[in-house]
């Protein structure tokens, strides 16, 4: 055959409850390669058209992580850090899809987006692996002055919106997003806004990764935007703005206040160096019940 085969374009959607929809809007914005290895992203090479995301889409998500949340905080630690595992497997087999975008989308030559690559998929494994520790790290019995068992366990506390970094499109946003799934809360993610590709391909992994539907859902367009309904939702329970500048964490911090929501604030983070627990711990809340001793046979002694 003479005729040049005509390339197959990706359509990027959105993942809200499981599924890949449009936004609602119908509206898309130009996603173009970065020019500037230090700075903001210019007018490069024409990537994509990524979904912009409208106050419904936000809505929407809320509800499919909502959803989701009494499954996957009732899940077993164990099972949830199978499923995170799950996520690392799948992402190892799509290494160099995932080299390739995040090269344009910050800038980066082959070897060093493969280095940002590798660093994703060890934080999926690392993050893994504390799904059925933390509980020990952070709970377990209270010395107390009187005849009581006191004993502390943490739980989720809910539905996160999680705003990612906006330069680290995809280390820095599976260092933010793996922590809150991996304790047991349900996320909304509002993808780099200048680089949103590798979020939304993200996407793809973990709609075949074990992951249920609901438990992630990642959504794409104007940070602020997307961000300011998410921070006043009544029904979301905590948000994390380390893709937010001080202007707009500012914003958002006086919305959330409104149902008490936690609240993590944008920081300087080093996203190569291996965290701590303070991001699984961030979204926790802490369970304590008392239960009275008694005493066994003519001895006394209790239990």
Do not use: C
């Not at 020019?35 to 912009?52: D, F, R, V």
């Not at 004993?151 to 996160?160: D, F, I, Q």
């Not at 075949?208 to 300011?228: C, Y």
């Not at 029904?235 to 149902?259: F, P, R, S, T």
Request: avoid cysteine; charged fraction near 20%; charge should be neutral.
């Amino acid at each position: 055959m003479s005729d040049a085969r005509l390339s197959v374009f990706k359509t990027y959607k959105l993942y809200v409850g499981g599924k890949f929809p449009r936004s609602e809007s119908g509206r898309v914005y130009e996603v173009t390669t970065k020019t500037s290895a230090a700075g903001a992203a210019g007018k490069g090479k024409w990537l994509a058209n990524a979904p912009l995301s409208s106050r419904k889409d936000a809505r929407d998500a809320v509800v499919a992580a909502r959803k989701a949340f009494g499954g996957w905080s009732g899940a077993t630690a164990y099972n949830r850090g199978q499923v995170l595992y799950r996520v690392a497997e799948m992402l190892e087999g799509r290494r160099g899809q995932f080299t390739r975008e995040v090269a344009d989308a910050e800038g980066l030559s082959k070897s060093k987006a493969a280095a940002v690559v590798d660093a994703a998929i060890d934080r999926w494994v690392w993050y893994a692996g504390w799904t059925d520790k933390i509980a020990q790290v952070v709970g377990g019995g209270n010395p107390v002055a009187g005849p009581f068992f006191n004993l502390s366990s943490p739980e989720p506390t809910g539905v996160v919106a999680v705003l990612a970094p906006q330069e680290s499109s995809f280390l820095g946003l599976v260092s933010v997003l793996a922590p809150v799934i991996a304790t047991g809360n349900t996320a909304i993610v509002v993808a780099s806004e200048a680089a949103p590709l590798p979020a939304l391909s993200l996407a793809e992994v973990l709609a075949t990764s074990d992951v249920p539907g609901g438990v992630v859902n990642v959504l794409s367009g104007r940070t602020a935007e997307i961000a300011a309904p998410l921070a006043a939702h009544q029904d979301v329970n905590a948000i994390d703005l380390a893709g937010a500048d001080e202007v707009l964490a500012k914003e958002l911090e006086i919305a959330a206040a409104d149902n008490l929501k936690r609240v993590l604030r944008p920081q300087p983070v080093d996203y190569t160096e291996t965290p701590g627990t303070d991001r699984l711990t961030a979204f926790l809340e802490t369970k304590t019940v008392w239960h009275p001793t008694g005493s066994l046979g003519a001895s006394g002694s209790s239990y």
